[in-house]
Every structure is written in C-alpha cells, then in structure tokens.
C-alpha cells in the first residue's frame, strides 16, 4: 500500500477491516459492493454510521450520500416515520408461523396505488422477484423463452447473472437479448421465438453499467407492448433499481406503459429487506401455482417498514421533490462541464444522476474525478447511476457542485 | 364457513383477514405458511404478537409456539439480547454503500465456531445459500451435476422447488435423486453421472414433511463423503433447518462429517433475515468468482442480531438446552401414546422434534391431533417437523403434553 499515501491517510481502518476480511470472505466485499470493482484504495470500504443524506466511512470521514445504498434509502437513512412504524411491529414480534395483518395492509396499499395491479406477492430481494416473475410468465403461457434487453441487470439467479462463475449453458439457453432502442434486434428476436415467447422483461428506461442512462425513444415501448400482446408473450417491468423514485403509481405511468407484471424492491421499504412483485387479475391463478416461500418471507417488520415508507413517499409527493432537487444537480454539472470545458454527459432520471466524460472509454477520468470527489466529501459511483433520497436538499446539491468544481479545476491542471 | 362452528367462533378474524388477503395475494397466503396446506379452518391465520415461546393470533388466542416461525426463532420471539444488539446497530444505520464492520466481526465468528469453516459468505435467505453453494461447486468442479436425497427440501430455485409450476425441463436436467439411508441408489446414480458430479448435497438428517425425521444409518454419510472424495465431487451440508439447534459448531460435528460447503440460515439470527453459507479454503477462489449480491446484503442490522444470536447461543449452550426440554417433550409423547393405546412416532433430534401417528396414510388423525391441540393452546403442524427455542421451558413441555393427553384422550372417544 506503501505507494498510495493518500489512501494510508483517509482510509487506514477500512484497509485494515478489508485486510481482516480478506482472510474469512472470498474476496473480502464480493458483489456490487466490492473495492476493486469500484475504485482501489480511493474510495472506503466500510460505514460506521448514516444520517439522513450522509454517512460517515469506519475512518471518519464525511460523505454526502449519493448512492444511498445502491438505492434501498429513498427517505434519508434512520428515518424517523419507518423506524417507528419498524420498532412498533418488532415489539410485538417479526418473523410468526403466520403472516402478521401488515402484510394484507401492505398489499392492499400497493394494489391500490400502484397502477394496474391487482395483486402482489413479497420477497426479500429484487432477483427473487425477477425470477418468479419469469416462471409465473412460463406458467401461464406454457412457453419458455425470455427476451430482455443486452446489458440490463436483473438479478444475481443463474439466468440473470451478469456474472460467469458456476454457470452451465442450461441456466440461460431460453434468455435471448435485443437491444435498447432498436426495434429491428427485437423484431429479429420476437421472429426467433415468438411462438415460444413466455416474456419480455424491460425496465422503464435502460440504466445499464459503464454507460449513460438512456429513455426510450419515441414509440419503442409501445411497440415493445403491442408485439407482446399480439403474440401472447407477458410483458414483465424491472422496476426495482427506479421504482417509487419516479412515481409512487410505478414508472410505468411516467412512461406510458401497461406491464402484466410489476417488480419492485430497493426503494420499497427505506432499506428493509422487501422486494415485491405485483400483476394483473388474469394472472392471479397462474401466481398462484408457482411456488413462493422462504425462512423470512413472512417478517412483519420489513412489511411494517414498508408500509410506513410507501405512505411518506405518497403523502409529500417525494418523486416530485427528488426531480427538483436533482434537476439542480444535473444543470449544475452540465454548467461545470462548459465552465471546465470537460465534455461532460449528464444522463437519467433527476432522481436517479449519473454522469461522466465523453472520450474516457478505460474510465481512468471519471476514477479520477470520482476519487476526488470522494476526498471532498461526496460519494458517488464512477460506471454505476446515482440515487437521490428526500433527505437532501438543493443546498446538499449545491454543495456537491462545488466540490465537484474544484475536482474539475484540478482535472483541468493534471 | 357455516359447517364450522368452531372455526368462526375461534378464528373471525383470521378469517376475515384471509378473504381480505385473498383478493389482493394470490392463494390469499402462500409458501409454507399457506393455511389450505396446513389446517384449513383449524389453525390461526394470522399472528398478532408474540414473545419467549408463546404468540397470540389476531383473534386473541394464545399458543405455545412450537413452530417458532418455522425456525428462525431460536432464542424466543423479542429476545431482548439481539433487540439491543439490533437497535445499537439500527440507529446508526443499516443499509450503506458498504458493509460495516459487523460484516467481518460476523465472519470472524463463523470461521472461528463453525468446524472446517475457513471463509463466509452472506445471503438473505436459505434458498440464496444452496443454489450459490451449488453455482460454486460446478465452477470448482467444472462438471453439472447435483445428487440430491429424494424428499429433501433445499429452496425454491428452480433447480430446487418442490412446485411444479412454471417451470421447464432445463432447470432440473442437472439435479438427480438418490433414497436417504439406500447407498444401493446412491452407487447407482454415482454410476450415472460420477464423472460429470459436481455435488452431493444432503443435510444432517433426513427431514422430510409428511414421513418420520430420519438419522443417518451407521456408515451412510461417511460411504457418502468418501465416495465424493474419491470422485472429486463436493459435499455440501444443508444445515438451515437444523443448523445451531444441534451445534454451535454446526450439525456435520454432530453427525461426524466434513462438509466442503456448509448453509446457514433460520436460527442464525432469531428471525432477521441473514443466511449464510461457509466452506473450507481450497474452495475460496473459485468462491470469489461465482457473482453473489443483493439489494440489502450488506444490511447491518440483521448481521448484528446473528451476531448476538451466535454468541448467546454458544455463552449458554443453547443446544444442551434445547435437547433436554426437547427430551421431556418427546419422552413425554411416547407415554402418552402407551397410555391412550395410540400407535405414536416420535421422531428427529429433541430440539426439532416430530410426533405422527401410524396406520394413518391421509393425516385424518394427525390433523385431528393438531386442531385439538390448537384449540387447547400449542401451535404445533401436522406434516413438518416442529422447533424448539430457548425461551421453551420444561413446565412448558408439561404444559403442552397436559393439552395434548386431553387431545389424545378426545379422539379415543371418537
């Protein structure tokens, strides 16, 4: 480590944890989490404590939290409302032989507000979701094949990995994909498979890794949509990495489509562990032949967590606040691109930023402006979108723009 | 409802949950806790609160648990221990863009407790755990398949589901059966497919539902572990229904075995939502290279509650505990069927026992046993095994066996 002397300084004791772990956990962080897929010994390791939109590394130091967890935190972290409504359920118990009357209050919330559903089924993560909605799609319509869109994240199961370890050529022989925008590649697919097409799995706009955010063009779900009703395949929304950021009625009202199933985890609950999946009656007996389960599915405190989170996002209108204060993050870092003359792309939804530079094609310029936005006091992700959550305001944003002026000025010297 | 007096009198608000359920969940409740597969208007639907080893269902009534949510409770329901443990961590955060360092100080404890445990890896559920073990031994192995013991339940991935709904032939083509105790089918499977076996999976003892839990034979695991030695096929242990009731140092010490990969989940943190899966160093790399995340992986709070759940465990020999109580309960059945002249089989380790009755292939009278048992206070299922938690005593044992010869003693009149 002897040649990072910046890191020995900011991050000695995520270091030494990281070391500690090294030696009892593959890896020592596997998964989205992992160091040294994000930014090696620029970047912590490890939280001690979260408040509202900050946190705190192991080491002390202060970041504004624009990831919130790769997501889950959509109010702020500890916030008051949904920890009261947890602590008020874990008293009186979790984890029952039976499922708590939260978990019918909560479904009945969803099918409520949530655009088109009729039921809802829970899980603990978005991949169960993902991946029972796919054998609800294979079940009723007695066919096989998935299409979904090339470098869309749906999950860690064998079919949806975007990892090779482990994997035979079974696990994904029925999952085709096409391409983003491109009705050609999906005509060509949907002329492959048609008539064994279970589904088509989209999420509302693509927000694949080491790329720009983009939304669908004029036309291409709809179109999406009406080859799928057309030759009896499900259309399946992922909407776990944006729902209840963009509309508490589900992001397929923002964007214009009427999916059969709906996949929701992540902002659902303010970091409880939940995940969702709703869908229309038609379904209903299908859903209710594939079977669900697991040791915690019925955990009434997650349930309790959710139902409080789903309320405050309705009642304050939290989609239209996290679009206005984004909004000034995203204008404030193209007006620092041009003052910069960085050829700076600004891309998604307000509520979910990301950003990078035109021309950097290894990222070794987004690292570096990510890194030392980090030494400045904001954690933000360099090939990952960002999450805003309703605990920062325009001022937090403003601050984050002057942090990221000044990583921009020492870009411009080195 | 009306032919069920009994039902609408002790469960109105069960009920009238369920038909609220029903329009919004498919199947109302589904998964294992699902009532149409238990006691359909016999048994409590819903649970209102619970603490030590009682609970009460919504319409009031009160049980001793010995279900325990069908395992995750081993301490008791709101141990204040793992509360605390869990608050600590709750009000400085749970979710974060990085593990915290309850995270290493977990693993720490697992490798340091569990035997032959060099590294760990965590999940948020059991079926999580199994089908990564499984992704883990074909990416050591490069080779497909999986040998199984029929009747076994290991999850609800395709690969593993005990449903048939949506499923198609590709998610099993790799998974084969060999009969518990039977080295006869075992060999001939090994003949099949020995040189293309990546795993044998099993679990401590045979715990199947609707049969009599089942130990090992003399000899059976371990012709068991030497022929996957001699193959180079892994032996993974599925110790999430018993794991930690049995032993501290996991249930392969009880049962004289050396598991390559070991799965946790259930006890481990008295209901919060952690599983874990662990296994011996010659596997780490191939470990660190099966992709494995989730939205709320890295939550802390969970990480902390198994923590303190792991270490009350071990600081009061829990297991000891559970196996003496356990012991009156199941001496005590054996009595009770001599003295009502009931042809009863008690079965499984004492701290997850089981009792059915012979010469009853439908469960008429098992489901008679249980309903009468409910109705006189014990939450107990007809066809899966029951669990013990620390907070049972043995008046409470007396307590429930005083309810079950008043049972007994009913259907010898009937």
Known sequence: MSESPAFSSRYNESLRLFERAASVIPGGIYGHHSPVSVLPLASPYY???????????????????????????????????VEEAAEHQRRIGNCFNHPAPVMVELAEWLTTHIDGADWTVFGKNGSDMTSWALQVAREYTSRRKLLKVRGAYHGTHPWATPGHGGLIEEDKAHVHDFVWNDLES??????????????????????PVFDDQQWASEGFLKQVQRRCREIGALLILDDIRAGFRLNTAGSHVTVGIEPDLMCYCKAIANGYPVSAC????????????????????NGAVGMAAALATLRVLERENIPKRLARVGTVLQE?????????????????????????????????????F????????????????????????EDDMRHALGIMDAAMGRMENE
Chains 1, 2 share one sequence.
């Open 186 to 207: 999906f005509e060509a697919q949907i002329n492959a498979h048609g008539n064994d097409l279970a589904a088509v799995m989209i999420t509302p706009y693509h927000h």
């Open 278 to 297: 709703a869908g229309v009656a038609a379904l209903k007996p299908a859903a209710s032949r594939v079977f669900l389960t697991g040791s915690y599915w």
């Open 47 to 81: 939280a001690q404590s979260a408040y509202g939109g900050y946190y705190r590394d192991v080491d002390g130091n202060q970041y504004l939290d624009l990831m919130c967890g790769y997501g889950p935190i959509v109010l702020g972290h500890v916030t008051a409302e």
């Open 370 to 393: 990510c890194a030392l936005c980090m030494e400045g006091g904001i954690f933000l992700h360099p090939h990952h979108n960002w999450f805003l959550c309703a605990a920062h305001t």
């Open 332 to 368: 404030g870092m193209r007006s620092l691109g041009k003052k910069h003359a960085l050829p700076v792309r600004v891309s998604g939804p307000p509520a979910l930023p990301y950003m990078r530079f035109e021309n950097d094609p290894a990222f070794h310029r987004q690292q570096r």
